[in-house]
């Protein structure tokens, strides 16, 4: 199959490469999937994007227009495209469900890690000769209330991570994962989560009934101080209220993998420009505040797994072979 790689970097490139073996013409192809790009994919039988591409009905339209019958994600997370739209436009989704849960858990702890014992401060006050340790005071992580919110395959390894620190661990999931419940996690309601946990952490897809799941009423629920973790999509979190949370010290440390509006920012060096974005200027001006751009998924297995899976995504579906692939259906 000939395939537009729609986002890509040079990491796609080489273990996408590495994994399809010729089997398939791959494309690389830097600008992301949108309206202004979505007519590159002429001549093509598939295209492959990323979190970030945008596959709304009007994409879609176009990639069908042009002969597209495959949309082969390469992320786990499918909140953009329009599965509805691929369905009436006749076109098959695919994506990457499960390619390394370790990857996302750990670096949320990582992002605990650094916020609590001000890593990131240490890291640059040690680089300027001062040994000073004031301001730089964390807590044990040892026996306190963790919050996961999202139990599936990520909430799931972060859960088993944080009952190794010793913590006590509960979780709120409209379907409670039977992996979980033989763990020593605890499922609660939403509101219990919120009032009792000291860290909370988000691992649940962004859906309409997710969007924005921290807001100023849920904020105004938790205990002073709370440490909030977000590696799952950005939208989860109303920003300005997190702001406002922060600026009232109600919220003591927030780690952040992903932003709400970081589409236009994220996997892109942009070292030589203004930062436009005033609500993530004033976010990076907190030293409570920790910022990475969408990093979770980054380790070497994690790349090579989301290669395999989609590669074999577009080989499972040009063989009709259905069974085997990863679909992703409209509800
Ligand atoms: P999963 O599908 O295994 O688990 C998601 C869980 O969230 C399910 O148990 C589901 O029942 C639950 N859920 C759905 N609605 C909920 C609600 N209203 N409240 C609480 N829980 C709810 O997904 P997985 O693999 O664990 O991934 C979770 C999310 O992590 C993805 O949706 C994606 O957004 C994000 N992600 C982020 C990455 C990064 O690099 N930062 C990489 C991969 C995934």
Redesign the pocket.
């Known amino acids: 199959m000939k395939v537009a790689v729609f986002s890509s970097k040079p990491y796609d490139n080489t273990h996408l490469t590495t994994v399809n073996e010729n089997t398939h013409e791959l494309f690389f192809i830097e600008a992301p999937l949108n309206e202004q790009t979505a007519i590159l994919s002429k001549g093509f039988d598939a295209v492959c994007g990323f979190v970030n591409d945008t596959l709304n009905a009007t994409v879609i339209n176009t990639l069908k227009d042009n002969g597209i019958k495959l949309i082969a994600m390469r ?3 499918f909140n953009n495209v329009d599965l509805a739209a691929a369905e009436a436009a006749g076109i098959l989704v695919t994506r990457v ?2 390619y390394s ?1 370790f990857a ?1 858990a750990e670096h949320a702890v990582a992002l605990l890690l650094a916020l609590n014992r001000n890593i990131h401060r240490a890291y640059n006050r040690v680089r300027e000769n001062n040994y000073s340790l004031h301001g730089l005071i964390g807590f044990d992580l040892h026996g306190k209330t963790v919050g996961v ?7 799931l390894a972060f859960i088993k991570i944080m009952l190794g620190f010793g913590c006590r661990v509960i979780c ?4 409670p ?1 039977p992996d979980v419940e033989a763990t020593d996690a605890e499922y609660v309601s939403l509101e219990t989560l919120w009032a009792q946990s000291d860290i909370i952490s988000l ?5 309409p ?2 969007r924005h ?1 921290v807001n100023s009423n849920s904020i105004h629920q938790m205990k002073d101080h709370v440490t909030l973790i977000n ?3 950005g939208a989860l979190i109303d920003t300005r209220a997190v702001i406002d949370g922060l600026k009232s010290g109600k919220i003591g440390n927030l780690g952040l ?2 932003y709400e509006e970081e589409a236009d920012l994220f996997f892109e060096n942009n070292s030589n420009e203004i930062l436009r974005d005033d609500q993530l200027a004033r976010l990076l001006s907190f030293l409570n505040v920790i910022v990475t751009g ?4 980054f380790t070497k297995e994690a790349l090579t797994a989301i290669a395999n899976v989609t590669i074999n995504n577009i080989t499972g579906f040009e063989k009709n072979d259905l069974e085997s692939i990863c679909i992703v259906k409209a509800q």
């Open positions: 992320c786990a997370g469900p499960e849960p996302v919110i999202g139990t599936g395959k990520i909430g709120a999931d409209p379907y994962n691992h649940c897809p962004l859906l009934s997710t799941i590696t799952s999509r993998d992903v969408h990093q979770a998924f």
